[in-house]
């Protein structure tokens, strides 16, 4: 492909440059990875939001975002996620390349210096945050875990995952717990940032139309860690098998959520993977895939019926909104559209446009800058490195009976539903 | 075929107007792999009064009309169009607004062949009783999954307070009973009065030859026959300035309460610049009046009446318009008194300064150019914008001429007691029932 990144080594640090020309904007992202743990998570899920809040330069939110403003707009986000039993913390500073500006001052540097003084000079009160911000951050926190919750769509998945993976790091939710939020102090957070510093695996991407010499320099001076202990990315408990699990839950809703879990004993990097991913797509991963076909447009039962791979956990995962009264049917055809695939059920032409939809949505990802990042992230976490090239070659040559052999070693899990109140 | 040349952008933009009057636009992006193209009606959700194609009386049709019509534009005698698409690598969408109806796809490869696809299947209705009535249970699902949406209840509960007959207080997807309604011959109604190519705007965007793209495209409609059309005549019943109420709240099966307040906008009828200038000018004070740089955003967020889910927003098209601003809140009562009170004064005596305004504009200015990396924003945004004589590339040096007078004035014409509601989304009391 004609997007390679170069990669250079430093004490704790990899630093990613990938120049390219399509962007008004140049982008940069570092990302922190530690194992998803429960004692930590909540802590973990806050820290980005305290340290984008203010730091000892701009100590006040509105001081640092008019920072921003003066810099034409540059962006500063925060993201918290997770990668099979990974927990990855994400900083993101986007700024326009002057040389679509009136304005020529270089931008680019400015930006750097932004995400580094949000790392390293946090706003401190001795050997901790400052207290009002945390005080804050911690009642935004709570807010936003609840207020998640009332999204049924996001509940649902967040539900299914939870009673799935019960007992596996996987469950735990990557943006907190809000009943772990109280006990979190601004000193108790401080040791949770130095961990972070310390002992965290960490990847810093410079995407744009960039001297990539010049900001590599300059990175090493601006983002300078300690040497660590290359921790090898969590590869996850999976619990050994048991009967399928069914959940019902009911609250004062119209639309049912049938979501449904599948393990697939295969994960990023594996031999199977690549196969499993075109097995998904004829699934549910596009409106030619057998669940849009089957479960929306021949039977009408829904608006949604998809489904999507947790690649570094090995799930599949179903969501869709039907009737309660039409649960049952529904869940009857969804499980059927897997029999289909593991008994062979694929024509050619499904084939042939998964194939097809497939690679044209990787070339899509790698359109947008942070596509870019999350492409080479994803096979940084795995460490089994697929290149670019790669994934396309093996994508093409997947025969069919591979993708049928990853469909045997798909298994039900656990059907979720959350349902009205009627008859509760 | 006519060329702009954006120099300070380093974008060429070139259009001709076909004889069959369909509008296109191409946008060349060498650098990308994705080609991205959007195919337009100016028709919505709010077109539900007029007179159809070769009749002389006004028809009412049912709520949610244009966007059913949108659905049942995908499938076809030979299957479904999806289909179509994904053979050549393509995905392929649609979306139905208040005032537009737009058909896309983005591809990698086989641009040409998708881009027939679209123009193809958009100028070939094919409906049915059997497949219209199919359609009603998926899109009576999509109407459920918004009902239980709280977001969602929130925006439209807002509209629905500001507006007492206007169109733009239905929800674009009608209801359950009104969907119930809807033929197959209405949907040739709507279909022969609004899918002329006159009505209709074209816009590809990607590493594309626009030669290429425009003698495609000009093959393509050639070969069809349209007759001349005149203009459609749509009705709106006169809307009262002030709103339709004062306030309202649901309760929902939700933790957290949301508030938003909405400002009902007068002066509806502009079109081109002053419409441009409008909308820069009411987001260009809301940026500086709560954004989160602003002492009251500030002030909201340390009192904890807000949170980052706090946003807000104006847009205004022909014949309606309002600002919206709210989020998720512990306290909707005092968030809305707060929000009121800062309207109310700035409004009679603003606080705006020049050096707020030069950073909003700063602001806009990358802003701008950080939305120019997505193909889907250019091909949609200049559609809006040229429905109403507007050009998005005009945006920013309109922007740039602003003054604290125009922004003062533009808030003062908004803010007016009258025209300010609010909507509360409250957690149901679980132990009452």
């Known amino acids: 492909m004609r997007i390679e990144p170069r990669t250079v080594n430093q004490p704790g640090l990899r630093i990613h440059t990938i120049r390219t020309k399509q962007f008004k904007t140049n982008t940069m992202v570092i990302k922190f990875r530690a194992p998803l743990r429960k004692a930590d998570v909540t802590a973990r899920a806050l820290l980005p939001y305290v340290l984008q809040s203010s730091t000892n330069s701009w100590p006040t939110t509105s001081l640092f975002r008019t920072h921003l403003d003066d810099l034409y707009g540059a962006s500063a986000q925060v993201d918290v996620g997770k990668k099979g039993e990974s927990h990855i913390l994400s900083f993101t500073v986007d700024v326009a390349n002057e040389r679509y500006l009136k304005d020529s001052t270089p931008l680019t540097k400015e930006g750097l210096n932004v995400l580094s003084q949000m790392l390293f000079h946090p706003l401190l009160e001795g050997n901790a945050f400052s207290e009002k911000v945390v005080e804050q951050e911690k009642r935004s926190l709570k807010q936003r875990l609840q207020a998640a919750r009332d999204d049924k769509m996001r509940y649902a998945t967040q539900r299914l995952i939870e009673e799935m993976c019960e007992g596996e790091a996987f469950a735990l939710n990557a943006s907190g717990h809000a009943e772990e939020v109280d006990a979190i102090t601004p000193a108790s957070l401080f040791s949770s940032y130095q961990r972070m510093l310390a002992e965290d695996t960490i990847d810093l991407y410079l995407v744009g139309d960039i001297d990539e010499e010049d900001l590599i320099n300059y990175c090493k001076e601006a983002f300078s860690f300690q040497k660590r202990q290359n921790m090898p990315s969590e590869k996850g408990s999976n619990l050994t098998k048991r009967e399928p699990k069914k959940i019902v839950e009911h609250q004062d809703i119209k639309q049912g959520k049938l979501n449904i879990g599948y393990r697939t004993n295969v994960v990023y990097g594996d031999p199977n993977y690549i196969p499993l991913l075109v097995m998904n797509g004829i699934l549910g991963a596009f409106p030619h895939s057998k669940l849009f076909i089957n479960v929306r447009e021949k039977e009408s039962l829904a608006y949604y019926a998809s489904s999507r791979i947790e690649s570094h956990k090995g799930l599949i995962l179903i969501m869709s909104g039907v009737d309660p009264s039409k649960i049952e049917r529904a869940s009857t055809i969804i499980n059927e559209q897997i029999k289909a695939i593991q008994e062979g059920d694929i024509s050619d032409k499904e084939f042939v446009q998964t194939k097809a939809v497939m690679k044209n949505q990787m070339l899509e990802t790698l359109d947008v800058a942070r596509g870019i990042v999350e492409v080479f992230y994803q096979s940084e976490v795995a460490e089994n490195a697929l290149s670019i090239d790669d994934w396309f070659s093996q994508v093409e040559s997947v025969s069919k009976e591979a993708v049928i052999e990853a469909a045997k070693e798909v298994s039900l899990d656990t059907t979720y539903t959350l349902t009205g109140e009627e008859g509760a | ?433």
């Open chain 2, 1 to 433: 075929m006519e060329k702009k040349r954006f120099d300070q952008l380093d974008e060429e933009l070139y259009y001709e107007k076909l004889d069959n009057g369909l509008s296109v636009y191409v946008l060349p992006k060498p650098e990308f792999s994705k080609s991205y193209a959007t195919f337009t009606t100016k028709y919505g959700s709010i077109d539900d009064n007029f007179i159809p194609l070769g009749e002389t009386d006004y028809v009412k049709v049912p709520d949610g009309i244009a966007h059913f019509l949108e659905h049942k534009m995908f499938e076809k005698e030979d299957g479904d169009v999806f289909q179509q698409f994904s053979e050549y690598g393509a995905s392929a969408n649609a979306f139905t607004s208040f005032t537009r109806t737009a058909y896309l796809f983005s591809s990698t490869s086989h641009v040409q062949e998708n881009l027939d696809t679209l123009i193809n299947f958009v100028q070939a209705p094919y409906f049915t009783e059997q497949t219209v009535e199919k359609e009603k249970g998926i899109i009576g699902q999509e109407i459920t999954m918004y009902d239980d949406n709280a977001d969602w209840r929130l925006y439209f509960g807002t509209i629905q307070n500001m507006y007492h007959h206007h169109p733009v207080k239905v929800d674009i997807a009608g209801t359950v009973d009104s969907i119930s309604h809807i033929t197959k011959d209405h949907l040739y109604q709507c279909y022969e009065t609004f899918y002329h190519p006159s009505n209709m705007l074209l816009f590809v965007v990607g590493p594309v030859s626009p030669e290429e793209i425009f003698s495609q495209i000009k093959e393509n409609q050639a070969s069809k026959k349209y007759d001349p059309q005149p203009t459609i005549e749509r009705k709106f019943e006169e809307e009262p300035s002030a709103v339709h109420r004062k306030h309202h709240e649901l309760k929902m099966d939700v933790q957290v309460p949301k508030c938003m307040i909405g400002l009902k906008a007068a002066n509806v009828q502009l079109s081109g610049v002053d419409l441009l200038r409008r909308e820069l000018a009411v987001n260009t004070a809301f940026d500086v009046l709560f954004g989160k740089t602003s002492a009251h955003f500030t002030r909201l967020y340390e009192e904890g009446l807000i949170d980052d889910s706090f946003s807000f927003d104006f847009s205004q098209e022909k014949g309606y318009g309002f600002a919206l601003l709210g989020g998720n809140t512990p306290d909707p009562k005092k968030l809305a008194d707060s929000i009121q009170i800062i309207l109310k004064n700035e409004a009679s005596a603003s606080t705006i300064t020049n050096e707020q305004l030069e950073t909003v504009k700063k602001k806009n200015i990358g802003g701008f150019l950080r939305s120019l990396n997505s193909p889907e924003y250019i091909a949609n945004q200049f559609t809006r914008y040229a429905f109403n004589e507007m050009d998005l590339f005009e945006a920013v040096p309109t922007l740039e001429t602003l003054t604290v007078q125009d922004i003062q004035e533009a808030l003062s014409d908004l803010a007016q007691e009258e025209r300010i509601t609010s909507f509360f989304i409250l957690p149901k009391e679980k132990n009452a029932q």
